[in-house]
């Protein structure tokens, strides 16, 4: 165990999201230090290729200068600024209507938060609010898919679907409902695109059915799974699910904290599929990172059913204290330039190509059963026999191992516990970037491979 005093200091007194306690008491921190373009260096010197963009965050890489300065400027000039009783402060007003300029034309409106998080909070409670604001009060029920995430608030922690989000939580609530994922490699209807559209539309219909439409508010869906697996539906799906919301008169509410400012390629997800959601909820790439700041982006009819409804003086009673923090904005808003003007979104888009071929290639390997990507946002998922897709026995802690010999080999990603591993390497990524990253994670599915007890538990070899 490491002897730096910082990490006994951090056991002793800084609590970790998603961890056991008790493992990392034993276990200890890891320490990160600096970070510059697609690389970071933890406390020993170590220098790390970073294939997940922290997480699934940093798009335009560590070290941006321009960004620190946008910070630090706005620092100098208006460290904080409320958004209450009226006030507000220029980089966030302009931040709100950059968004809006970018986002898919039915968002018209913008309300910040610190992250995702409390942004799809935010969103469940602004629905709430506008269904009792246009007497509708029974529209209460919220719809989301298996294996999705949408945060780990008190709300947004019962609309994701990932049980460890669950335990001692005391949700889902009675309101909260899944349809199953479209989950292409283990879609029980098969693999054909269009049965999959099909099947995920018939399921939702089917749960509206059993509400009854009059008591469902909202879907909330991911247009590409992250946390559960980065399970990537097949296109046209979003569309489809889009569409099948307005028929049922449920509103759509799109999730693209992880795929949001050009990680599946475009500036938004929605946008490969011409898809106007009613609301839209971003984060991590809005500020790459660099300063905490998500969204609620909201349609003009849902702005408006809350607007004109209020009684006269009386406030819409939800706000943040750090709700358009100008600093945060201020880097939001040169994010959103390096990713336009300074070329970041196009590299992104360029590079694409090598990074799904990277990952495809991989399919060769024993260990391997899928390979699935859009844009710079990808997984391998890991089997024990590729024939009939069999995982391997939890006891193995495969993924456990994967992580521990993809840090020897100096190289971060996502190892999730069912053995997919996660990818989502910043736009700012060379070529030699990627032969990198396919080199040390090779040398680490190898490294994996040749332990005795994974060999034997594969039934492939």
């Not at 736009?427 to 599915?445: G, Q, S, V, W």
Request: with cysteine; proline share 6%.
């Amino acid at each position: 165990m490491s002897t730096h005093p910082l990490v006994a200091l951090d056991r002793d007194h800084l609590i970790h999201p998603l961890v056991n306690y008790q493992a990392h008491e034993q276990r200890g921190v890891t320490i990160l230090e600096s970070g510059h373009g697609a690389y970071l260096r933890d406390a020993q010197g170590t220098e790390l290729l970073d294939a997940f963009s922290g997480l699934w965050c940093v798009n335009v890489g560590y070290g941006q200068e321009s960004v620190v300065r946008a910070a630090a400027e706005q620092m100098r000039k208006l460290p904080y600024a409320t958004g209450y009783f009226h006030f507000g402060s220029e980089p966030a007003i302009r931040l709100a209507a950059r968004l809006v300029e970018l986002a898919p034309a039915s968002l018209r409106h913008v309300y910040f938060t610190l992250g995702g998080s409390d942004a799809d909070d935010s969103a469940i409670r602004f629905i709430t609010h506008y269904y009792n604001s246009t007497g509708r009060p029974a529209k209460k029920h919220f719809i989301s898919l298996e294996r999705g995430y949408h945060g780990s608030s008190t709300m947004g922690a019962g609309l994701t679907a990932l049980a460890v989000f669950h335990h001692h939580f005391d949700v889902p609530l009675p309101q909260q409902h899944k349809i199953p994922s479209p989950y292409p490699y283990r879609n029980p209807a098969g693999s054909d695109p269009d049965t999959i559209i099909r099947t995920s539309v018939e399921a939702l219909r089917a749960k509206v059915r059993e509400l009854g439409q009059d008591n469902v508010a909202a879907f909330f869906c991911e247009p590409i799974q992250g946390s559960g697996g980065v399970l990537v539906p097949p296109k046209g799906w979003l569309k489809a699910m889009r569409d099948a919301c307005r028929e049922l008169d449920v509103l759509f509410v799109v999730d693209e904290v992880i795929t949001g400012f050009g990680r599946t390629g475009p500036m938004f997800a929605c946008e490969a599929e011409h898809v106007e959601p009613d609301l839209m909820v971003v984060a991590k790439g809005l500020t790459a990172g660099y300063a905490p700041m998500g969204a609620v982006l909201m349609s003009d009819a849902v702005y408006r059913g809350i607007a004109d409804n209020m009684p006269a003086g009386v406030p819409v009673g939800h706000g943040h204290t750090y709700s358009a923090h100008p600093v945060s904005a201020a880097v939001g808003l040169e994010v959103l330039r390096l990713y336009t003007e300074g070329g970041l979104l196009a590299n992104g888009q360029a590079r694409a190509p090598r990074f799904e071929q990277g990952l495809r290639d991989l399919l060769a390997h024993p260990l391997v059963g899928d390979a699935r990507s859009r844009g710079l946002l990808g997984a391998l998922e890991l089997v024990a026999d590729k024939a009939d897709k069999t995982r391997f026995d939890p006891a193995l802690k495969l993924h456990e191992r994967i992580a521990v010999a993809a840090y020897r080999n100096r190289l971060v990603f996502r190892a999730f516990g069912d053995n997919v591993l996660g990818f989502a390497p910043a736009l700012c990524y060379t070529a030699d970037d990627f032969d990198l990253m396919f080199e040390r994670l090779t040398r680490t599915l190898d490294e994996v491979l040749d332990q005795a007890d994974v060999r034997r538990a594969l039934k492939s070899i």
